[in-house]
């Protein structure tokens, strides 16, 4: 499976931000929605995933539900507000633009200088 890598600062919210645009889960789901996505390779400790709900949720990023789980226990589910699809949005392309940046510094030589 390889190295896990810890997460960037101020990387969580946009994980949990595109989990939940591929539809509404609760927030364990979530959480295990993202491992998949990242094939394992990512550490999210729970305590700081459940602290990030709790913020996004109160700056209206996410709205929550409470609905039962598949195993039938009570669970809050979380979905996108239209807020937050515009902050998916921003962050997208911001993290589009540092990797890009970054790549051409990574790939920078004596010769393109």
């Not at 994980?15 to 539809?23: E, N, T």
């Not at 959480?31 to 094939?39: E, H, S």
């Not at 507000?81 to 993290?95: C, S």
Request: net charge positive.
């Amino acid at each position: 499976m390889g190295r896990k890598v810890d997460l960037l600062q101020g990387t969580l919210e946009v994980l949990i931000l595109k989990s939940v645009s591929l539809g509404k889960l609760h927030g364990y789901g979530i959480l295990l929605r993202i491992q998949q996505i990242a094939g394992g390779k990512l550490e999210i400790p729970q305590g700081s995933f459940y602290i990030a709900l709790y913020r996004m949720e109160h700056k209206g990023l996410i709205a929550s539900e409470w609905g039962s789980s598949e195993n039938n226990r009570r669970a809050k589910f979380y979905q996108l507000t239209a807020a937050g699809r515009k902050q998916l949005r921003l962050e997208t392309e911001k993290w589009a633009q540092m990797t890009d940046v970054v790549g051409t510094v990574l790939s920078a030589t004596p010769e393109t200088l």
